[in-house]
């Protein structure tokens, strides 16, 4: 079985910036792309970015430019780092990680940690 632990959430002005971590942990041979989506309240959950394991990155148009994605696969751990944050950018952060572990291959989701954009 494999942990992601998410930490980071929190409450931040318009401009202001946050940086997000998650970190797996359990039975983990490799992980394959590793990614950050939202769920804003009435809205469906919605992919902000991602990157593989060759350190290719996407990002959804509203956030490029503004945000970055990284990882650190010495700690099993992909980063957001959120700059120049709007009031739409408030909404629940789910890490969601493609793991190999215990002889087979599956995505495991974060618990989830509250960002709010606000004055």
Known sequence: ?????????????????????????GNIFRIYAMAWYRQAPGKQRELVARITSDGNTNYAGSVKGRFTISRDNAKNTVYLQMNSLKPEDTAVYFCNIDVQGGGYRAAYWGQGTQVTVSS
């Open 1 to 25: 079985q494999v942990q992601l632990v998410e930490s980071g959430g929190g409450l931040a002005h318009p401009g202001g910036s946050l940086r997000l971590s998650c970190a797996a942990s």
